[in-house]
């Protein structure tokens, strides 16, 4: 099984909302990760989890911000986002930093 | 950081026609990943090749890294293997994705 399931699939906000996507593996792997991808672009890393703390934050705004409550969950929290954020969210997963990462079916988010 | 450029970035194929894409990366890596993007925005695994050639029915993957480049070869190409194709390459803890090849095959 190398499922990461993303929930919701899809998501439209307000500039002025809070809102959380969620992303969660039961393959026992320790690094987990977030992408952004704006159309016809390749995906862009966001933050990294390593055994469930942040190792890396790509400069990210502070409008994002992520969460890792345990090793098989990663929310990725949203708040006065702007219309530009409007993208496909990506969460991946691996066994540990750096192994073959496995990519969940993506949030595909609209910023009104 | 690591610049990861693929070409070509648009292919249009017939089907049943063979293609090779390429993978160039700027620096030394830990590993590659070859990803299939569908018309949905799933990304779907193909390869994860440090080196040498590895093959999966009409999918085949080579990556010569002292040389800092990685190719994917798709023959007797079906409808269903249009999409973005992107390599991604693994440094230290993360994995930075390449430029992307569109491929349209056509029947």
């Known amino acids: 099984d190398t499922e990461v399931t993303q929930t919701p699939k899809h998501l439209v906000m307000g500039m002025t909302n809070k809102k959380s996507l969620k992303c969660e593996q039961h393959?026992?792997?320790?690094?987990m990760y977030w992408y952004k991808q704006k159309a016809k672009k390749p995906p862009e890393l966001m933050f990294v989890?390593?055994?469930?703390?942040?190792?890396i934050n790509e400069s990210v705004p502070s409008r994002f911000s992520p969460e890792c409550p345990n090793s098989s969950l990663l929310n990725l929290h949203l708040h006065a986002l702007q219309p530009e954020d409007s993208a496909l969210y990506l969460c991946?997963?691996?066994?540990?930093?750096?192994?073959?990462?496995?990519f969940g079916q993506g949030t595909r988010l609209t910023v009104v | 950081g690591i610049q990861v450029e693929q070409s070509p970035p648009d292919l249009i194929l017939q089907e049943g026609a063979n293609s090779t894409l390429r993978c160039n990366f700027s620096?030394?890596?830990?590993?590659l990943q070859w990803f299939h993007q569908n018309p949905w925005g799933q990304l779907i695994n193909l390869f994860y090749?440090?080196?040498g050639t590895k093959q999966n029915g009409r999918l085949s993957a080579t990556t010569v890294a002292t040389e800092r480049y990685s190719l994917l070869y798709i023959s007797s190409s079906q409808t269903t293997d249009s999409g973005v194709y992107f390599c991604?390459?693994?440094?230290?803890?993360?994995?930075?994705f390449g430029t992307g090849t569109s491929l349209t095959v056509i029947p």
């Open positions: 620096d030394s890596v830990n590993n």
């Open positions: 393959m026992g792997h320790r690094a």
């Open positions: 989890y390593s055994y469930e703390k942040l190792s």
């Open positions: 991604a390459v693994h440094t230290g803890n993360q994995f930075y």
């Open positions: 991946a997963s691996s066994h540990v930093p750096g192994a073959e990462a496995f």
């Open positions: 090749i440090p080196s």
